[in-house]
C-alpha cells in the first residue's frame, strides 16, 4: 500500500470504502450484508448500487420514499498515527522550552531537563511511523414510484484520506549525537522527517431511472443513472513538527473538476424467490491530478474507475440471502496498484413481519490488498414506514467501519 514520492512515504488507498470508496460506502443497511447491493438491496439503494433495483425492488404499494440522511464512517488506525503526531509535537516543544532556558554552549548531558526533553523526543520519534485510513460517505435519496417508471434524485458523497509519516533515521542520530545545546537546537530547526495526507472526494448528483419489461414471458429491470461528479484531490505535506491535520483541505493542497457519469443496471426475475443481476458503474471513468507539494513536486492523480459487478438473491417475506462478485478491480490512486480493491460478498438478512431486520455479512478481497470483513447490522421499520439501520463492520485490530440511515416510505 505504499509509494515513495519525495522524502514522503505516501500511501494510496482508499475511503473506503469500503468502497474505502472500498466496502464502507454505500448505506448503512448494505453495510450489515456484507457490502451486497446489486440485486439485495431495498429500492432506496439504487443510486449507490445497483439503478435498476429502484423497480426491481419496489411493491405495488410503494409510491413514495426518501432517505435522509445516511451516513458511515470508517476507519484503520493500528498505529494511532494523529496521537502519535500530537504527542511528537508536544516534546518537540518542550524541548524547544527547555533549550531556550539553557545556556547554548552548556553540554547536553549536563543540562538535566534538556536531555530529559531531548530523550522524550527521540523516544516519540521511534512511535511515528506508520499510516492511518479515515472515510466517511454522505448521502440522501427521494424516489418515487409512477406507472411510467420510477424515479429519483440522489446526491451520495465520499471522502477517503490517507495520513501517513516519513520518520528521517537521520533526525533521531542527529538529535542523538548533538553535543552541546547550540548543536542540539540547530538539528531540532532542521529536522527532515515529514507528515502528510492525499484524501479524495467524490460527490455525485443523480437522476435515476429504471423500469420493469416483459421480454417472451420473462421479466426484466433496467435502470440508469446519470450523474454530475465533482472531484477534489487534496496533496499536504509538511514537515513533521509544523504538520496540522487539519490544514489539508486549504486551497493550495487541492485540485477538482467536475465531469458527468453514467450508471447502468439490469435485474432479472428467475422465479418468484430467485433473481439474478447485473451493474455498471461509473462507465465513463475519469481521473483528477492533484496540485504538486512544495518540495519535489510530485503530484498524485485520483481515478474514477469503472466497477461492473453480478450478483444473485434469494428473498422470500422472512429472509433474503445474496451474494455479489465485482468483476474488475476499482482503481483509486494510479500511483499505487496496492490500494485496488475487488471484493466478493455475501449476507443474508432475517425479517420479522417487517417491522424487525436481523443482518450478517462477509466480505473478501479478490485483489489481496485489504483484510476480510466482516459485518452485521439490525434494522426497525414500524408499519412498514419509519426505517432506522445501523450497520457495522469488523476487519482487523483498530480497523473498523459503522453507519446509521434514517428513510421513509409510503
Known amino acids: 500500500m505504499i509509494k515513495r514520492y519525495g522524502k514522503l512515504t505516501a500511501v494510496a488507498a482508499v475511503v473506503a470504502t469500503v468502497s474505502l470508496p472500498a466496502l464502507a460506502s454505500g448505506d448503512a443497511r448494505n453495510m450489515g450484508l456484507g457490502g451486497v447491493n446489486t440485486v439485495g438491496g431495498h429500492y432506496l439503494n439504487a443510486p ?6 429502484l423497480s426491481s425492488q419496489a411493491r405495488e404499494s410503494d409510491d413514495f420514499g426518501f432517505m435522509l440522511p445516511n451516513f458511515s ?26 533549550i531556550d532556558n539553557a545556556s547554548g554552549s552548556q553540554n547536553v548531558e549536563d543540562a538535566e531537563q534538556v536531555k530529559a526533553a531531548r530523550d522524550q523526543v527521540v523516544a516519540d520519534f521511534a512511535k511515528t511511523e506508520g499510516e492511518i485510513l479515515l472515510g466517511v460517505n454522505l448521502g440522501t435519496v427521494i424516489a418515487t414510484h409512477t406507472g411510467a417508471g ?21 533526525d533521531i542520530v542527529g538529535l542523538n549525537d548533538a553535543e552541546t545545546v547550540e548543536e542540539l537546537e540547530e538539528q531540532l530547526d532542521n529536522l527532515d522527517s515529514k507528515a502528510g495526507i492525499i484524501a479524495a472526494a467524490v460527490v455525485d448528483a443523480g437522476l435515476t431511472y429504471a423500469n420493469k419489461y416483459q421480454i417472451d414471458g420473462h421479466q426484466f429491470a433496467f435502470g440508469t443513472t446519470l450523474k454530475a461528479q465533482r472531484i477534489d484531490v487534496f496533496n499536504y505535506q509538511d514537515s513533521i513538527s509544523d504538520f496540522d ?35 455498471a458503474r461509473n462507465v465513463l471513468g475519469g481521473e483528477v491530478e492533484s496540485q504538486p507539494i512544495e518540495v519535489g513536486g510530485e503530484t498524485v492523480t485520483y481515478k474514477v474507475s469503472p466497477q461492473a459487478a453480478v450478483g444473485i438473491a434469494y428473498q422470500n417475506r422472512f429472509v433474503t440471502l445474496a451474494a455479489d462478485v465485482e468483476l474488475m478491480a476499482e482503481e483509486r490512486f494510479l500511483e499505487s496498484e496496492k490500494d485496488d480493491s475487488q471484493y466478493a460478498s455475501i449476507g443474508a ?50 480497523k473498523g467501519a459503522a453507519g446509521v440511515q434514517l428513510a421513509f416510505t409510503f
Request: aromatic fraction near 10%; glycine fraction near 8%.
Open 349 to 398: 438478512e432475517f425479517d420479522l413481519y417487517r417491522w424487525a431486520q436481523l443482518r450478517v455479512g462477509f466480505a473478501s478481497d479478490l485483489e489481496s490488498n485489504y483484510e476480510d470483513k466482516y459485518t452485521a447490522g439490525i434494522g426497525l421499520s414500524p408499519f412498514d414506514v419509519l426505517h432506522i439501520n445501523i450497520g457495522a463492520q469488523y476487519a482487523d485490530d483498530r
Open 48 to 53: 449507490s448500487g445497483n439503478p435498476a433495483l
Open 245 to 279: 491535520d487539519e490544514d489539508f483541505d486549504e486551497d493550495q493542497y487541492l485540485a477538482d473538476d467536475t465531469q458527468f457519469n453514467l450508471d447502468l443496471g439490469v435485474v432479472y426475475q428467475l422465479s418468484e424467490s430467485w433473481t439474478v443481476g447485473l451493474s
Open 73 to 98: 464512517a470508517r476507519a484503520e488506525d493500528p498505529d494511532e498515527l494523529f496521537d502519535s503526531i500530537d504527542d511528537l509535537q508536544d516534546s518537540i516543544d518542550e524541548l524547544d522550552e527547555a
Open 150 to 170: 420510477s424515479f429519483s434524485l440522489s446526491v451520495l458523497g465520499n471522502l477517503d484520506l490517507i495520513g501517513v509519516t516519513d520518520i528521517d533515521d537521520g
